[in-house]
């Protein structure tokens, strides 16, 4: 009996021990964690009590504090892009505004000969043309990334499509002296996507190497293993590996001048489809060559 209450005894007196100890490490984590939120430390909170639900609880912490950290990181870059994206969208929508009314006011003078007037009309009617293309890609872009914006996914056979859009881009390459070279899966290529994103994704893509690439370019459209790709490649003498990862930015160019005759968003447009889609679109800089690659899967529905 002696033997039994020693034990039960010897037994409680680790208990309570375990107890304070367990007590001083929670005491010991709660100060880890008022330090990392009043911001005194980086520091990720360490249990030095060997206990594994208290390391569960600490790792838990951690990952909420890493959660938070990015939310915070997010919204700080979302704040950053909105504000420039408020500065290019006030300059590209003004450039275009303040030239159509420098031009109206020319046309009210009386001196005018009729021809000047068809050429100032000329011009304010491009100038409006531009404006409304400008505004159409806020819309659009506004559209796309909404929550309630839905795809018509259908199969649609890529090879076709996209032959289809080569033709009817041939002139404008041509205006711009290049020739590209064109290389075309043989095969009927099929995937699941929305034909008019599709469509407007390869636009966008080769009317942005249309406005800014010289010398050399390829387009190759091939099936891979379980993938179709879309390759553009075009040189890019100006174009920086910094520069790159900015392409798809809303309102980014890489060139400050070129601010005043594109909105940049075309690239941020395709980008933003080819995610809905469920596919990828990304830049590659070898040397100085630009290379756009667009990925979809072929067995891939986004709607399954």
Not at 5 to 30: D, N, S
Not at 90 to 111: A, F, V, W
Not at 123 to 151: H, T
């Amino acid at each position: 009996m002696l033997v039994l209450a020693i034990i039960l005894a010897a037994a409680a007196a680790l208990l309570l021990i375990r107890l304070v100890m367990l007590r001083q490490e929670l005491g010991r984590m709660t100060e880890q964690l008022h330090s990392y939120n009043e911001g005194d430390t980086g520091k990720k909170i360490d249990v030095a009590l060997f206990d594994q639900k208290l390391e569960e609880l600490a790792g838990q912490i951690n990952r909420q504090s890493r959660l938070i950290a990015e939310a915070e990181a997010q919204k700080k870059r979302i704040q950053q892009e909105f504000r420039q994206a408020a500065v290019n969208m006030s300059h590209d929508i003004r450039t275009p505004l303040t030239s159509i009314l420098g031009y109206i006011q020319l046309l009210e003078e009386d001196t005018l000969s009729t021809e000047e007037k068809h050429e100032y009309v000329g011009i304010v009617k491009n100038r409006a043309k531009r404006l409304q293309a400008l505004l159409n890609d806020f819309f659009e872009l506004a559209v796309i990334e909404s929550p309630d914006d839905y795809l018509k996914i259908e199969k649609i056979d890529m090879t076709d499509l996209i032959s289809g859009i080569l033709v009817d881009f041939y002139d404008l390459f041509n205006e711009r002296g290049i020739t590209p070279t064109i290389r075309l899966a043989e095969e009927k290529v099929s995937i699941y996507a929305d034909e008019s994103a599709v469509r407007r994704v390869v636009e966008n893509l080769l009317s942005n190497t249309v406005k800014y690439a010289k010398g050399k370019v390829e387009i190759c459209f091939e099936r891979q293993l379980g993938s179709v790709e879309l390759m553009i490649i075009n040189e890019a003498k100006g174009l920086a590996g910094s520069d790159v990862s900015l392409l798809f930015d809303r309102f980014y160019t890489a060139d400050l001048a070129r601010s005043t005759q594109t909105s940049g968003l075309g690239l941020s447009i395709a980008k933003s489809l080819m995610n809905k889609m469920g596919g990828t679109l990304t830049a590659e800089l070898e040397g100085e060559q630009l290379r756009m690659i667009c990925r979809w899967d072929v067995h891939h529905n986004p709607l399954v």
